[in-house]
């Protein structure tokens, strides 16, 4: 295709404002073929919702958030994490650094919000370790842990938490369960919808079915202190880059708490559970306990 005909295909693609349907126009069968598949998809495009490569510079509207770490900023097209949609980690086990990597992140959006808002972790395979948490400064009385029966029950909070809005991040693990299209579609729906950090953690197997997640990453680690990270796709951009990122040690190796700052120790009285998250262990569709991390956190005495 020459240039003169590609200018051609895309005037022919550009929408016309004017002949755009009303909201309050109502379908009918005299207009329902008004509006042709030529001009649905190029409406589309207009709204962001399909990519073209050679919209490059191209940053779209959406909202990012520092990752806290240089090299994969300069990975990602839009310089960090896109905040409303899904970000999927793909990982072939549990504790390979996977929350190191989005701690600093997390610590940032936590001083953003205005008002004190919950990171809730759903279905997390392995407790948060709240003295590592509490070494990168986040509050942990902030955090909320909920344990479900069953992955309808992890989907189905996850989705309710986003579409609630009360939340600075939503943490959920599927684990090797391959979620349908539909079921992804409706978690990315409630992301754009909410504009809260959705993360979802699969099994690194799970990354070969096609998905809507606007970034999907595999993380691979073969030391206890770095972290390689592929990205298979990301909004605005070709995926295809690859980075490696030196974490902070393990909390094994980390100093231990002063005794001051352990629960047993200074009485704190853990702050109650949103109001909005309490149909999600309360409603008859899911069968959860959501409790808070500060409270079920068994903390090292220090000697």
Request: some cysteine; aromatic content about 4%; charged content about 15%.
């Amino acid at each position: 295709m020459n240039h003169h005909e590609r200018q051609t295909l895309e005037q022919a693609l550009q929408p016309n404002l004017s002949e755009q349907p009303s909201i309050t126009d109502k379908a009918s069968p005299g207009n329902a073929d008004k509006t042709s598949p030529d001009k649905a998809f190029a409406g589309k495009i207009w709204a962001g919702k399909v990519w073209r490569a050679r919209d490059l510079s191209s940053s779209g509207h959406q909202q990012v958030l520092d990752t806290g770490h240089r090299l994969l900023n300069d990975q990602l097209q839009q310089g960090g994490w896109p905040l409303n949609t899904i970000t999927e980690l793909g990982l072939s086990q549990a504790g390979i650094g996977e929350l190191r990597l989005l701690t600093p992140a997390l610590s940032e959006l936590m001083r953003r919000q205005h008002s004190q808002q919950s990171v809730l972790c759903i279905a997390p395979p392995l407790l948060p370790y709240a003295p590592a948490l509490l070494r990168e400064g986040l509050d942990i009385d902030q955090f909320i842990v909920v344990q479900t029966h069953s992955i309808q029950d992890t989907l189905w909070a996850t989705e309710q938490a986003l579409l609630a809005g009360c939340c600075a991040a939503v943490l959920s693990w599927t684990g090797q369960y391959n979620l349908s299209p539909r079921e992804l579609r409706r978690l990315q729906l409630a992301a754009e919808q909410s504009h809260t950090w959705q993360v979802l953690f699969r099994h690194s197997d799970c990354l070969k079915q096609t998905s809507v997640s606007g970034l999907r990453l595999h993380l691979k680690s073969d030391s206890y202190n770095k972290l390689d990270i592929s990205i298979l796709k990301q909004p605005q951009g070709w995926g295809g880059q690859h980075c490696s990122l030196s974490l902070q040690p393990h909390y094994e190796n980390w100093q231990r708490l002063p005794a001051s700052l352990l629960p047993q120790q200074n009485q704190a009285q853990a702050p109650l559970i949103p109001q909005q998250l309490n149909s999600i262990s309360n409603s008859d569709q899911c069968q959860a306990s959501v409790t808070l991390l500060s409270a079920v956190s068994a903390l090292q005495s220090v000697h």
